[in-house]
T-cell receptor
């Protein structure tokens, strides 16, 4: 069966510091991968998605970036965090075809102080 | 469109009653729809999905209804239990696209 991992689970970072969040998927090949952000009490905002190694689509211009160095690894990064980057970051995967169910990881709670 | 910057509406239901959560989707070309449940501090969990060639699909205690004419989707939960307390999101997508669009979400609160 497929599993998706995210780490760290929680993170507290100062403004201006760098960020690296990691997501890995097991039990599937060539998945579509997604990064979402969720502010407290709000909906899901799609940040990036990837349909293959090195292929990244950005949905919202901001100071975040994403990379997919391996088939089942998706990384969210920032060179300098802003206060507004605080939130709950969720990684998801879906089968490598058109619109299909996305399966979410446990999320990373990021607080920027 | 994307569910950004919207506060969640709340539905309060008596324990044991049926719950109906509604969702209006935006794209008439969407042909795939999903309901997710998100408990506090956790990632969204798949509940049930439906393709546009159907108008009803049933799972365990849940039923999804699709009305393509008015672009409306609903999730019915039978005999609501305390464990059903969560935020529920609908999502829409197209077979030709790689992403899905989430609705704004509804918080389901259970009264004892």
């Amino acid at each position: 069966s497929q599993t998706i991992h995210q780490w760290p689970a929680t993170l507290v970072q100062p403004v201006g510091s760098p960020l690296s969040l990691e997501c890995t998927v097991e039990g599937t090949s060539n998945p579509n991968l997604y990064w979402y952000r969720q502010a407290a009490g709000r909906g899901l905002q799609l940040l990036f998605y990837s349909v293959g190694i090195g292929q990244i689509s950005s949905e919202v211009p901001q100071n975040l970036s994403a990379s997919r160095p391996q088939d089942r690894q998706f990384i969210l990064s920032s060179k300098k965090l802003l206060l507004s980057d605080s939130g709950f970051y969720l990684c998801a995967w879906s089968p490598p075809r058109g619109a299909d169910t996305q399966y979410f990881g446990p999320g990373t709670r990021l607080t920027v102080l | 469109g994307e569910s950004v910057g919207l506060h969640l509406p709340t539905l309060s239901v008596q324990e044991g009653d049926n719950s109906i959560i509604n969702c209006a989707y935006s794209n008439s070309a969407s042909d795939y729809f999903i309901w997710y449940k998100q408990e506090s501090g956790k990632g969204p969990q798949f509940i049930i999905d439906i393709r546009s060639n159907m108008d009803k699909r049933q799972g365990q205690r849940v039923t999804v209804l699709l009305n393509k004419t008015v672009k409306h989707l609903s999730l019915q939960i039978a005999a609501t239990q305390p464990g059903d307390s969560a935020v529920y999101f609908c999502a829409e997508g197209r077979s030709s696209a790689s992403k899905i669009i989430f609705g704004s979400g509804t918080r389901l609160s259970i009264r004892p």
